[in-house]
Nanobody, 130 residues
Framework: EVQLVESGGGSVQAGGSLRLSCTGSGFTFEIRDMAWYRQAPGNECELVASIGDLIYSTPSVRGRFTISRENAEKTVYLQMSNLKVEDSGVYHC??????????????????????????WGPGTQVTVSS
């Protein structure tokens, strides 16, 4: 059974840091690309960062967020620093076949679940207060 489980979310003040983790099971983690999406209330799901042969991060988080992975642990991380109020939302991890393009935006979590099927985690809440 394929599973992705996120952890590490929480409530922090602006300027603070959090480290999110996503552990995969039931599939060959090391050969798949991984990504983090986030959804703020009422907003679309936005691609935050992805890692495969290349590393990508959306412009609004560059210089503040770092994606990394540890294949031996079957885990992908998102180190978030200098957090801003607008970084608040539910952060989901996703996986897809290596080299597949990541949609930058998806209209809803339902759309993401339809696209990624079991390779979509339930999410972890990040709340940044001013």
């Amino acid at each position: 059974e394929v599973q992705l489980v996120e952890s590490g979310g929480g409530s922090v003040q602006a300027g603070g840091s959090l480290r999110l983790s996503c552990t995969g099971s039931g599939f060959t983690f090391e050969i798949r690309d991984m990504a983090w999406y986030r959804q703020a209330p009422g907003n679309e799901c936005e691609l935050v960062a992805s890692i495969g042969d290349l590393i990508y991060s959306t412009p609004s988080v560059r210089g503040r967020f770092t994606i990394s992975r540890e294949n031996a642990e079957k885990t992908v991380y998102l180190q978030m620093s200098n957090l801003k109020v607008e970084d608040s939302g539910v952060y989901h991890c996703a996986s897809q076949a290596a080299g597949t393009a990541w949609p930058e935006r998806l209209p809803s979590v339902l759309a993401a679940q339809a696209l990624f099927a079991d390779y979509w985690g339930p999410g972890t809440q990040v709340t940044v207060s001013s």
